[in-house]
Structure formats: structure tokens, C-alpha cells
């Protein structure tokens, strides 16, 4: 194996400079505040302390919430800041508002975590040294545990088939290296959760969270894959993720309804198309190897989607690699 370069000095001096952790915030459940205490506990119990927290809460609806978060920033001694919104936008917008707040206190490394789960003692630990040693990579992630509303395990058997998706990649050889979007997009499908992943603030700052609800996340994935450097993947700092058992689906679920499948299909393909824009403007794919990456990808989406239990999204999306008739242009 080649060693690694060392790492440069202006990248040692980001890794080196206080971590920020970005979480949106939402609170329409009794449980909320406990399940963010939960998960702040995870973060004051991290090896390495060298962090702050800005929550962006999304407008949430009650007094009492906003209230109780502006007592929580206040008795942080700074560690934990607040930025209330007074108009509901949305998680991937709230994220970005956070790494831009990083980035204006010249924080160098963002770690994306939601109010709900848990972090690894060691993530921030692992994660900057990682990135302090392997300045070729600009994005990491780990795998993660589903726990349910009371914090115990939650059996594979009983996980919708887009997360065992996920987890399932994991196993054997995980998604790493340049150019990882293609893998991501044709062989692995969706390839982890927001509360798994860091990456260097410029990088977040380059490739935003798109304005939409529903997989924003995927789609950012494939852009920072694609317009960044490496990704590297860390197993040994799973993180917990939450998914309440009495409830269908997350909220976003709830919130998009009945056609959140059609919505994730389409903010997916458009995330996919974008890195294919960006890696053609870099140089990195050919012009010629468009057609085999769209159609694997499209092949790779009818699949997840018809795992989901959505037969008829799978068929029109498998149209979609038919070649066009002779004669029809």
C-alpha cells in the first residue's frame, strides 16, 4: 500500500481548530427534549472536547421548546449556540445556516448530527485524526445502530428494507476513495445517515444541502462525492439512530406523505445528474461514460424502490434505461 502523504500545514491547522456539530432542530413531540438531552449527553461525553454545537432550530411551533433551548445555549458558557428561524424551512436548509455559522468562526471540520441521535464517544476523536493524516480525504462516515424511542436495539428483521440498504453496504467493502458517488449511485444505493458524517467545512460550504425535503441528504452525498475529495470510512464509531417504533416512517415521511417514495426518486436522480455535471466539468468522467452511469443508476433506484414495496415507481423508473426508438428525435 502506498503511504499516505503527510498532511499539509493548512490542513493541519483546520483539523486542529475547534469542531462544530450542526443540528437542526424540530420539536412537534412530548419526547423531543429528552431525546436531544440523550443526545447532547453523547456529545459531553466525547474523548476529544475541542468542540461547540449550533443548533438551528426550524420554528418550532411551541413557546415552551424555544424557550427551554435558549435556557439550554445560555448555561453552555458559549459550548452551545442557538439560531432561531422564524420560518420552518426545512433540515437540509438549517444545516447549511450551521456550517455557515463554522465557517464564519473559522471552524475547519462540520459534523453533521440531528437532535434525536447519538454520537460514538470517540467520533470526533477518530474523525480528526483521520483527516489530519489523510488530507486527501474530505469526507467520513461510520456505520450506525437503529435504536428505537427508548434507546434498545432494534432487530434487523424489523428495519424498512432501504435502511438494512444501507447497512448491508457496510459489511464487506464500504464505499471509499475519489470519485465514491458512482458507487454510491450504481452499486450500493443510499450510503449512510446524516448523523454518521463529517467533512471539512469548505467542502459543506461548496456543495449546500439543497432547498428541498426528502433525501436532501442523498443528494448532497453525491455532489460532495463527486466535487470533493476522498471519503473514508471509519467502523469502529457506529453511531445510534434513532427510528421510534410507534410511529410510520420519519418525519419527513409524515410530513411529504404519500408521495414521499416519488420525492426521494426524484431528488436522488437529480443529486446523481448534478455529480455527473461536476465530474464532467472536472475531468474526471467522460462524456461517453454518461449513458452507462445513468442507466446503472436507474437500474440501482428500481431496485431500492421496489425492496420498498413500490412496484409501479420501479417499472417507470427501469423505463427509463430503454433506449429511445429509431426515428424518434
Known amino acids: 500500500m502506498t503511504p499516505a502523504p503527510p498532511a499539509t500545514a493548512a490542513a493541519t491547522a483546520a483539523t486542529a481548530a475547534t469542531a462544530t456539530f450542526v443540528m ?6 412530548p419526547r423531543a427534549f429528552q431525546y436531544l438531552e440523550e443526545t447532547l449527553a453523547s456529545l459531553r461525553g466525547q474523548s476529544d472536547q475541542d468542540w461547540r454545537l449550533v443548533i438551528v432550530d426550524d420554528a418550532s411551533p411551541q413557546p415552551r421548546d424555544r424557550e427551554r433551548l435558549r435556557d439550554l445555549a445560555a448555561a453552555s458558557d458559549g459550548r452551545i449556540v442557538l439560531l432561531q428561524q422564524d420560518v420552518n424551512r426545512g433540515q437540509g436548509i438549517c444545516r447549511n445556516i450551521g456550517v455557515r455559522w463554522a465557517h464564519e468562526q473559522g471552524s475547519g471540520i462540520v459534523l453533521f448530527q440531528d437532535a434525536d441521535d447519538l454520537s460514538h464517544p470517540r467520533r470526533l476523536e477518530l474523525t480528526r485524526r483521520v483527516l489530519t493524516e489523510r488530507p486527501e480525504v474530505d469526507f467520513i462516515y461510520s456505520t450506525f445502530t437503529v435504536i428505537d ?22 459489511h464487506d467493502a464500504p464505499v471509499e476513495g475519489r470519485d465514491a458517488w458512482i458507487r ?8 449512510t445517515l446524516t448523523s454518521t458524517v463529517a467533512v471539512r467545512t469548505e467542502l459543506a460550504l461548496a456543495h449546500p444541502f439543497p432547498d428541498v425535503r426528502g433525501s436532501e441528504d442523498g443528494h448532497t452525498w453525491f455532489r460532495m462525492a463527486a466535487g470533493g475529495g476522498a471519503l473514508g470510512y471509519i467502523g469502529s464509531i457506529p453511531s445510534l439512530y434513532r ?5 410510520t416512517g420519519s ?12 420525492r426521494k426518486a426524484e431528488v436522488d436522480t437529480a443529486g446523481f445528474f448534478h455529480a455527473m455535471s461536476i465530474s464532467l ?3 474526471t468522467i467522460q462524456l461517453s461514460d454518461v449513458p452507462d452511469l445513468k ?31 429509431v426515428g424518434a428525435r
Open 184 to 191: 454510491m449511485g450504481v452499486e450500493t444505493g443510499y450510503t
Open 281 to 283: 466539468q472536472r475531468q
Open 24 to 29: 437542526p432542530h424540530y420539536s412537534d413531540d
Open 295 to 325: 442507466g446503472g443508476f436507474l437500474r440501482r433506484l428500481s431496485l431500492t424502490m421496489e425492496r420498498e414495496g413500490q412496484p409501479e415507481l420501479a417499472r417507470e423508473i427501469l423505463d427509463m434505461t430503454a433506449p429511445e426508438p
Open 243 to 247: 427510528i421510534p417504533q410507534n410511529v
Open 251 to 262: 418525519s419527513d415521511r409524515s410530513r411529504i406523505g404519500a408521495d414521499y417514495y416519488r
Open 149 to 170: 424511542e427508548a434507546g434498545a436495539p432494534v432487530p434487523e428483521n424489523r428495519l424498512t428494507p432501504s435502511v438494512r440498504e444501507i447497512i448491508e453496504s457496510h
